[in-house]
């Protein structure tokens, strides 16, 4: 008999409830990586959820620790560790009102005095309530995006639901999740996580799928490895006509402005 070995599960908080860096993945911890970061140009963001579990799998092995009831704890170490963006999920126990959690933990961040980046993800209705606007920078308005024209779709159909971007404005956008541009979470690159990611777009598809990112003025992050820029990545995610689009922080988001049109090809040509 073959008994498979259990994996152990690694500690992410300390005795005083402070938040860990996993030693494994991240060896010399997040404030290194992330002073590292910083001096190489780049911007540095981590995950968390309002409830006590993240949505995150854990690589399979168990769920990591949502920030409720550390709330400010954790705006306290993000700020240590010099994090400039947060996203927050909806998973976990102790989920009891989306707007008084979300502007608890917003009102934790400005108490650091460190300018971060907060991203809301779920637990409010849709189209989203007037509070988002005013206590986070972006707020989800699709669901999860992967890699597939149906769930492309799926995203570009709901931010064009009635008001869905009429509170983005100067500071605070709709946001609809992340870009998969160039099909490179296909197949996955962790082999413990079954690809999710699939079966990729066509190039037209990506197209449009930046295209209506860049007109509804939604945040632009790019979910593939941008170390390895395919073609079709550098025309698309590279379109300067688009970026100035998306750039116009003082032009509204666009909308939809009109319902679909349905054509027929008559045979009939006393129909015409």
Request: glycine share 8%; aromatic share 10%; net charge negative.
């Amino acid at each position: 008999m073959c008994k498979k070995k259990k994996k152990k599960k690694t500690e992410t908080r300390d005795a005083d409830g402070n938040l860990q860096a996993d030693k494994h993945r991240f060896p010399s911890g997040i404030a290194n990586l992330t002073e590292w970061l910083h001096e190489n140009g780049f911007l540095f963001g981590l995950y968390t959820s309002a409830g006590d579990k993240t949505c995150s799998s854990g690589r399979r092995v168990f769920k990591p620790p949502g920030s409720y009831g550390h709330y400010q704890q954790d705006a306290n170490t993000f700020a240590e560790w010099k994090v400039d963006y947060v996203k927050i999920d909806w998973c976990g126990n102790d989920l009891y009102n989306a707007q008084e959690q979300h502007t608890e933990f917003s009102e934790a961040l400005n108490n650091t005095g460190r300018s971060m980046w907060l991203e809301l993800c779920r637990g409010y209705g849709y189209p989203p309530p007037p509070y988002v606007a005013q206590v986070a920078n972006s707020w989800r308005v699709t669901g999860d995006h992967h890699d597939h024209w149906r769930s492309t779709l799926a995203a570009i159909e709901s931010v064009a639901g009635p008001n869905v971007t009429a509170m983005s404005a100067t500071y605070n956008w709709a946001y609809n999740d992340f870009l998969m541009t160039g099909g490179q979470g296909c197949p996955s690159i962790n082999p413990d996580v079954p690809a999710g990611h699939c079966p990729g777009q066509t190039h037209s598809e990506y197209r449009s799928e930046f295209a209506i990112w860049g007109i509804t003025a939604s945040p632009l992050i790019v979910a593939t490895d941008v170390r390895n820029m395919t073609d079709i990545m550098n025309q698309v995610l590279l379109n300067q006509e688009i970026l100035a689009v998306n750039q116009q922080n003082e032009t509204p988001a666009g909308a939809r402005l009109g319902v679909n049109f349905c054509a027929q090809n008559q045979t009939d040509t006393s129909c015409q």
